[in-house]
């Protein structure tokens, strides 16, 4: 094939948002700092949607979705060179966020779709799994219901009304960033 490669995330592209982070009064409290590091996130997930959709539609195989989304897995989780433990903690919280994205897409990609249950069930019983400190466990159970929201099951933010933040709300505020880009795999401009 002859046709350029798409790029679907780049350092680059990551390292001018930590840049952007950087430079910027953080104030989590703040409307704008909170939409700073959502969209932060999101561009990640639509990175991590696009990567789907080429898959979906054989744009690409299997090895080559699993490869980009390594690459792009390795950029997004290293540790970010911030001296402000302020902001790497808000960093943090996004990168872990983003962990059950990668792992959901991974697992839809190598496995297909988790058929057990729905969504909601499958967030339940991660949360049950992360009360009993089984957190691979939860972790699994939070992407099997990242690759139905990748199959396009509604994923409703309300399963998690009754649930004290912890890991799993985490994971799940990650597939409600998932569920938009598929729905609306808009490029967030990293430089307004």
């Keep these: 094939m002859s046709a350029p490669e798409e790029e679907f995330y780049s350092e680059e592209r990551w390292q001018n948002w930590l840049d952007r982070l950087r430079d910027e009064e953080i104030d989590p409290e703040d409307e704008d700092s909170a939409r700073l590091l959502l969209n932060l996130q999101d561009d990640v997930a639509i990175a991590v949607a696009k990567i789907l959709k080429a898959y979906d539609n054989s744009a690409i195989d299997d090895e080559e979705a699993l490869e ?35 792992y959901s897409a991974e697992q839809y990609i190598a496995d297909g779709v988790a058929d057990e249950t729905d969504v909601a069930g499958y967030v339940q019983a991660a949360v049950e799994a992360e009360q009993g400190e089984d957190l691979d466990r939860a972790l699994g159970l939070s992407a ?22 912890g890991l799993v709300t985490e994971w799940v505020n990650g597939l409600d960033s998932l569920q938009s880009a598929l729905s609306d ?5 990293d430089d307004d």
Aim: aromatic share 4%; with cysteine.
């Design 68 to 102: 980009e989304l390594t690459d792009i897995r390795e950029v997004v989780l290293s540790e970010p060179d911030f001296e402000d433990e302020d902001k790497l903690m808000l960093v943090d919280g996004v990168q872990t966020s983003l962990v059950c994205v990668f």
């Design 144 to 165: 099997c219901a990242g690759t139905r929201v990748v199959e396009g099951e509604d994923l409703d933010m309300d399963v998690l009304d009754d649930v004290e933040y």
């Design 185 to 189: 795999p808009e490029v967030i401009e």
